[in-house]
């Protein structure tokens, strides 16, 4: 039987960020460490909520596009494709502003199949890892499932 | 018989004092007024089970059904780009097709459906072209409300008034279809003064800027050509029902078991999209209703109303006025089944009237006064909720601005309308 497989061996630690940390700097994060999950959590390590990638590319998209099912007749959006990005840059975004409050979260001591079975479940590519009293301990990512399971692909 | 006459009087009253209210759902007010004159022992649940008009609930089953396979071929999406594009980059000329489209389809569909297909989509082109989508979704609301009325099929008031009153579908074409139409024309030229410079729907727009392809709009082709030809097959058995002695129910649940027969998928998806909460509003008003009929309170209304009142042209005018002020307050489905009956018993009691223009007043107006205010039509609640999406959201008081005058500018050329071709020429 092989040996059990725990989150805590497939853990690779995103630097967190803070409240008042500003959406420009949880998108940097993002691009330096290779992520599209950032932890963010309060003076003591304590996690209180989390940024996907997805939650940074949402405010681009008019909230009226949630009442049409595809766009698949439509090339660009004439005056809506310039007011869009242009309009956003105004915004001063906060990793407060944007951060989800309900998320998923494991233990370092789960099984990685619990962290397989989530990450396919609910369509995640990261998923945050905390200890039994909430303290952010890092990030279990699909990539580096695979990379244990399968090796860097050398034979 | 008074005191039940009193209770029954008390229990209509209030149900329709709450369906104005809103504060519960329409449908369980209905329901419960219902089911209370059932356990009252005013009515036997077999008399409930008699009272309720099938042919009504059949007629709108069925068309449900058929909007539902149409939604899934991106038809209505195609037809929207395509007005986007015939219209050049004008405004004007954009607002009037939508206009236009809007109440043709809703002819065909009803409101709430063709408001749910083309509001979104009016939304995105207007912020696409850089305008504010305030006029025009009050403009689909208009349209929805005048268009629906042009036929037996576009309007819940319509359907009751056809099958209480025997009126075939080439009736409603007849005498409705072309006046309706019109009545549109002028009121786009209408609403273009009231906007006038406060929201843009005049001038022109680059077309160029906005890249879209109206035949990717079409998902599935073989099922278009498949819901095309059983539409074609239900329209023309609408046309024939009259002499070939078929309802228009089994005319439309026909089409509608075709095309699930045809299409051969579970079923379950496509009954999803039937509002059973409507189906189940109209169960629960007919039964309240009957029971007042069979307590000869109606009668009672009836020639109540014929004391103020014994020439065709005052009752006209009295089922104008009445349309006016409970419409608005009350939406047009409870007015017109509570009026049916009412109208059934005057036509019974003055046998020389001309009963048919009692019948296209009731519909033309309780269909146009469900225009009044954003709470006067289901249409109105849902584009008002969609413009949420929006910077401009439409309001009580926002809509009441616009809306309100042109429900009176439409009400008085339908009255003009029925005053000249029923009681001038006949």
Redesign the interface.
């Known amino acids: 039987m092989s040996e059990l497989l725990r989150v805590q061996d497939v853990l690779t630690y995103v630097h967190p960020v803070k409240l008042d940390t500003p959406i420009s700097k949880v998108a940097h994060t993002m691009k330096e460490e290779f992520t599209s999950l950032v932890p963010v959590v309060d003076d003591e390590g304590k996690l209180l909520g989390v940024i996907y990638a997805e939650d940074l590319l949402a405010p681009f998209i ?3 596009f ?3 099912e595809d766009f ?9 494709d310039h ?1 869009v990005f242009s309009d956003f840059t105004h915004k001063l975004f906060l990793a407060a502003d944007l951060m989800q409050t309900k998320y998923r979260a494991l233990k370092p001591e789960d099984s990685v199949l619990k962290a397989i079975f989530y990450l396919v479940k609910e369509k995640r590519t990261c998923l945050v890892v905390i200890d039994n009293k909430g303290y952010y301990k890092g990030v279990v990512s699909r990539l580096s499932i695979l990379k244990r399971l399968y090796g860097n692909g050398e034979q | 018989m008074v005191n039940s006459k009193f209770i029954l009087i008390a229990i209509f009253t209030i149900s329709f004092a709450l369906i104005a209210w809103e504060k519960w759902h329409r449908t369980i007010v209905a329901i419960l007024a219902a089911i209370a004159v059932i356990l009252l022992g005013y009515i036997t649940p077999l008399e409930a089970w008699n009272l309720i008009d099938f042919n009504t609930l059949g007629l709108l089953l069925g068309m449900m059904i058929i909007v539902s396979f149409f939604r899934r071929t991106g038809f209505f ?2 037809l929207a ?1 395509k007005a986007v594009k015939i219209s050049k980059g004008d405004y004007f000329v954009l607002f009037a097709f939508f206009f236009i489209l809007t109440g043709v389809v809703s002819a065909f569909l009803d409101n709430v459906t063709t408001v749910l297909i083309f ?3 009016i ?2 082109v207007t ?4 305008v504010s989508p305030f006029p025009y979704l009050i403009g689909e609301i208009i349209a929805s409300n005048l268009g629906g009325t042009a036929t037996l099929i576009g309007d819940p008031p319509n359907i009751i008034i056809g099958s209480a009153a025997g009126l075939s579908f080439n009736d409603f074409v007849a005498n409705l279809t072309l006046p309706v139409l019109l009545i549109m024309i002028a009121t786009i030229f209408f609403m273009k003064a009231i906007f006038g410079k406060t929201y843009k729907i005049t001038g022109k727009f680059d077309l160029s ?9 079409i ?1 599935d082709k073989k099922l278009l050509i498949k819901t095309f030809v059983v539409f074609g097959l239900v329209l023309l058995g609408f046309v024939l029902h009259d002499r070939l002695e078929i309802l228009p129910s089994v005319v439309a649940l026909s089409g509608a078991t075709l095309l699930l027969f045809i299409n051969n998928e579970n079923p379950e998806e496509y009954f999803h999209e039937v509002e059973w909460t409507t189906l189940f509003f109209f169960g629960g008003l007919f039964i309240l209703v009957g029971a007042l009929e069979k307590y000869e309170i109606i009668k009672d209304i009836a020639l109540f109303l014929l004391k103020f009142t014994k020439n065709e042209l005052g009752l006209i005018l009295l089922i104008s006025g009445l349309s006016f002020v409970f419409t608005t307050i009350m939406g047009a489905i409870p007015f017109v089944v509570t009026m049916v009956p009412i109208i059934n018993t005057i036509i019974q009691k003055m046998p020389g009237i001309n009963g048919n223009s009692l019948w296209w007043t009731l519909s033309l107006t309780a269909c146009f006064m469900g225009n009044a205010t954003l709470i006067s039509a289901a249409a109105n609640l849902v584009v008002a909720g ?1 413009s949420e ?2 910077d401009k959201k439409i309001t009580f008081s926002s809509y009441l601005k616009y809306g309100f005058p042109t429900t009176v500018f439409t009400f008085v050329l339908a009255l003009a309308y029925i005053i000249v071709r029923y009681y001038f020429l006949g």
């Open positions: 008019p909230e009226f949630d009442l049409i698949d007749y439509i090339t660009t959006f004439g005056v809506l007011e | 999406e195609y780009i509001s979104p989509i939304i995105l912020q696409m072209t850089g800027i906005v890249k879209i392809d109206e035949k990717s709009a998902k969609i999406k929006t």
